[in-house]
């Protein structure tokens, strides 16, 4: 079964850094991408960025290059989203998600999001 | 980055009526555009992909269609595990994914 396992609830005050992770299990883990998608509180989903677990290849929003960092290890099965200095602002949802599915030819397409984590909730209050 | 409206914002419909979304993109994607719906306190679930392809196991009741910037996304007959909110979602132009705002849909 493909599971997408992510770290626990955080509370932090401006200015702190934070790493919250999303462990994969049921799959090759290193043959499709994973994406990080933010929700903040009563609004929409947002995607940030994603990585190839692969070779640790990222792609981030213009929305949130600069403020966060997307890597994983591969060797456990885990990606990660860091913050080296957090704002009130990161206060949301943060959801991990499996991107892309093989075709009949076994090409790698990428786009969809078929599996997710249960989310990690980051609040940011002083 | 490439917009998506969606439309309407909420919804309220009865059990069994056919209840259609719709979803415009600021410029052409082909057939780039999923699908999700997210219920309250849950992450969201992939119902379908390019356009039209439903998902594995996912109740052949949802169904999608177009191409280029309009697209529709129509539940044949409304069943009350069906609220929940609604998402498109454009994956032409890395980056960035690109989401629409989301349809709130409730039970008359």
């Known amino acids: 079964e493909v599971q997408l396992v992510q770290s626990g609830a955080e509370v932090k005050k401006p200015g702190e850094s934070l790493r919250i992770s999303c462990k994969g299990s049921?799959?090759?883990?290193?043959?499709?991408?994973i994406s990080w998608v933010r929700q903040m509180p009563g609004k929409g989903l947002e995607w940030m960025g994603r990585?190839?677990?692969?070779?640790?290849?990222?792609n981030y929003s213009p929305s949130f290059q600069g403020h966060v960092t997307i890597s994983a290890d591969k060797s456990i099965s885990t990606a990660y989203l860091q913050w080296s200095s957090l704002k009130a602002s990161d206060t949301a949802m943060y959801y991990c998600?499996?991107?892309?599915?093989?075709?009949?030819?076994?090409?790698?397409?990428?786009?969809?999001?078929?599996?997710w984590g249960q989310g990690t909730l980051v609040t940011v209050s002083s | 980055d490439i917009q998506m409206t969606q439309s309407p914002s909420s919804l309220s419909a009865s059990v069994g009526d056919r209840v259609t979304i719709t979803c415009q993109a600021s410029?052409?994607?082909?057939?780039?555009l999923n699908w999700y719906h997210q219920k309250p306190g849950k992450a969201p679930k992939l119902l379908i992909y390019?356009?039209?392809n439903l998902e594995t196991g996912v109740p052949s009741r949802f169904s999608g269609s177009g191409s280029g910037t309009d697209f529709t996304f129509t539940i044949s007959s409304l069943q009350p595990e069906d609220i929940a909110t609604y998402y498109c979602?454009?994956?032409?132009?890395?980056?960035?994914?690109?989401f629409g705002q989301g349809t709130k849909l409730e039970i008359k």
């Open positions: 049921g799959y090759s883990f290193t043959s499709y991408w």
């Open positions: 979602q454009q994956y032409d132009n890395l980056p960035p994914y690109t």
């Open positions: 390019d356009a039209s």
């Open positions: 990585i190839d677990p692969s070779d640790s290849y990222t």
């Open positions: 410029q052409d994607i082909s057939n780039y």
């Open positions: 998600a499996r991107e892309g599915y093989y075709d009949s030819s076994g090409f790698y397409r990428v786009g969809a999001f078929d599996y």
